[in-house]
């Protein structure tokens, strides 16, 4: 149940509005379902000898501004209160005694018409639809004194949640007043008469947030939103420092034609001048991507080297999510930062549900929780090598290890879900287990040519090599369920493992290191997520078609040979595959 507040000057002008046709949806049968006294005349069903809409509307009106006129001077300008109340599409329809009781609690709930005082504001209560009423008050009390309505928006919410617990509505989640702000009707509605998909605010809002993400400076950050195609405009002080931004739509014009301009304060609140201010300087990101020992692959696209080395660090906010400190809000906004970054530069083939994941976290970057010691650098690095390097081809290396990525983001936004759940943040948490969900399946776009590949690799070893790799797999985890010989769901963990002990690692002893890096409770698939973790671990190519190398003795850990031949010349470690496949061998150079 979703209350909508507005403030007006016009009583008889929104009477006429609700017992009129509609301007968008029709009006159904305009009624009262409820009034200050349960006497009000009613111009939709007026029983009088003579009936005649347009005379008991103005009385109606002219009942409804009675105490407005007596108050004269002392009337608030916008003495009008207007509310409208909508269930959701998929509950049930109330009667017409159900929405009194939901107006006349409203109307209790934010102090207008307190129960038991006779002396409070007159207010109707109209339905003309079947999922809606408009709540209709005048702000002067019997006494002539306006009301006390602060938080009247936050008050009508938690009514509106108490309501739809005891009418078993769906239950929404409530907010903690650091939501964006929503688009108005009419700017929905001028979005729909200019043909766009989405409204002004929503593009802009989009558009600054990818801006800012891994940006090193304000002048990059305003670089960025110019490149966007936005229109921006900066206020100066008289010493010249910049003191606000504000950006418009190229063709967004209101009536006198000139453009609308949106402050960031306005878009959402994290993106007013002085928090990015703020995040600039509590995060400023290095000038290069962080380097990860497996970053300096000479045959790796720097796009696939961006990847990887946000994986890694996408992993430790998961951790630093998963220790429940306060200290963790501020890697939430990095992690936002990071999957604005993967959404520009993805392929087309994920690049919606990339978009609908950064889309669904935006709402979870933000609470009241303060990061007193704030250090997103690594992260905001990660993004700004992931926007350096530019887009992803979608196959080979770049699909793999955009796989690799994502499905390290799916553990990050739930742990972001445990950690907002744990606070009582229920929009947060909901808004990051729809981002999970958007990465899940983009994640299975991304995934399904490198895993395919790894599958029939694990197909292929000689059957001896397989059951050991199995062994291995139901020893170290035991609660993998697969039965050697009836399914093929280990066959990429099994040519993983025989991949990285070919270039010289312990199979046992890596794969307990995946698993005990983080939990695996909340993996849709515990294989997916082992097998990248070990491919990450022991530095091999996401995509199974690239080359592997070994590690220098005594480390573990595999680095960059020091002459490209000696992957290929490099004795294998024991036992080897009797028959590799082809696809394993090194590129011809």
């Not at 650098?377 to 690799?404: K, P």
Request: proline share 8%; aromatic share 4%.
């Amino acid at each position: 149940m979703v209350p909508k507040i507005r403030r007006g000057s016009r009583t008889h002008g929104l009477l006429v509005y609700l017992y009129g046709p509609g301007k968008r949806d029709e009006h159904t049968d305009p009624h009262l379902v409820g009034s200050w006294d349960g006497f009000a005349p009613d111009p939709g069903r007026d029983t009088s000898p003579h009936p005649d809409p347009k005379v008991t509307l103005a009385r109606l009106a002219a009942a409804l501004d009675l105490r407005v006129k007596q108050a004269g001077d002392k009337a608030p300008a916008q003495h009008v209160w207007h509310c409208s109340v909508r269930t959701d599409p998929g509950d049930r329809t109330l009667t017409d005694d159900e929405w009194n009781t939901v107006a006349r609690r409203l109307v209790q709930a934010v102090n207008l018409a307190p129960e038991g005082d006779p002396g409070g504001c007159r207010w109707v209560a109209v339905r003309h639809a079947d999922d809606h009423i408009h709540i209709l008050a005048t702000m002067v009390r019997g006494d002539l004194r306006r009301p006390r309505m602060n938080y009247d928006f936050k008050k009508a919410q938690a009514e509106c949640r108490r309501i739809e617990q005891e009418m078993g509505l769906r239950r929404l989640k409530p907010g903690d007043g650091t939501g964006a702000k929503t688009p108005t009707s009419a700017e929905r509605f001028k979005a729909e008469r200019t043909g766009r998909p989405e409204t002004p605010r929503e593009t802009l809002r989009e558009a600054v947030r990818q801006a800012v993400a891994g940006a090193a400076s304000e002048a990059e950050f305003f670089t960025r939103l110019r490149e966007a195609g936005l229109r921006v405009k900066l206020r100066h002080a008289p010493s010249g420092d910049v003191l606000g931004y504000t950006v418009a739509l190229p063709g967004d014009r209101n009536r006198y034609r000139e453009p609308v301009w949106f402050a960031g304060s306005t878009l959402a609140p994290d993106l007013s001048y002085p928090r990015i201010q703020r995040r600039l300087a509590d995060g400023t990101p290095d000038e290069a991507p962080l380097p990860e020992a497996d970053s300096g692959r000479s045959n790796w696209s720097p796009p696939a080297r961006g990847r990887r080395t946000a994986t890694g660090i996408a992993e430790r906010a998961a951790v630093l999510l998963d220790s429940d400190d306060d200290e963790a809000a501020a890697q939430l906004v990095g992690v936002g930062e990071l999957l604005d970054a993967v959404a520009q530069t993805s392929p087309a083939a994920t690049r919606a549900e990339l978009g609908a994941a950064a889309r669904s976290f935006e709402r979870a970057t933000r609470s009241h929780v303060r990061a007193e010691r704030a250090d997103t650098r690594a992260i905001r690095s990660a993004a700004r090598g992931i926007i350096q390097a530019g887009g992803a081809l979608g196959r080979g290396e770049d699909g793999g290890t955009t796989a690799m990525l994502v499905s390290t983001l799916v553990l990050v936004a739930l742990a972001a879900a445990r950690w907002h759940s744990a606070r009582g943040h229920a929009q947060q948490a909901e808004a990051s287990r729809q981002a999970a969900e958007h990465l899940r399946a983009a994640y299975r776009q991304a995934a399904a040519a490198p895993m395919q590949a790894l599958r029939d690799q694990g197909r292929a070893l000689p059957e001896a090599q397989r059951r050991a790799y199995e062994t291995t797999i139901r020893t170290v985890l035991p609660e993998n369920r697969t039965r050697p010989g009836t399914s093929t769901k280990n066959d990429a963990l099994a040519a993983t493992l025989a991949q990285a002990e070919q270039t010289g690692h312990d199979p046992k002893a890596l794969l307990q290191e995946a698993i005990a890096m983080r939990e695996l409770d909340t993996a849709e698939d515990v294989n997916d997520v082992l097998v990248w973790r070990l491919r990450r671990l022991a530095q091999l190519p996401a995509h199974p078609g690239e080359a592997t190398r070994r590690p220098q003795a005594g480390t573990g850990r595999a680095t960059p040979p020091a002459n490209p031949a000696s992957v290929r010349t490099a004795p294998p470690a024991s036992p080897r595959p009797a028959a590799p496949d082809p696809r394993n061998r090194p590129p011809r150079r």
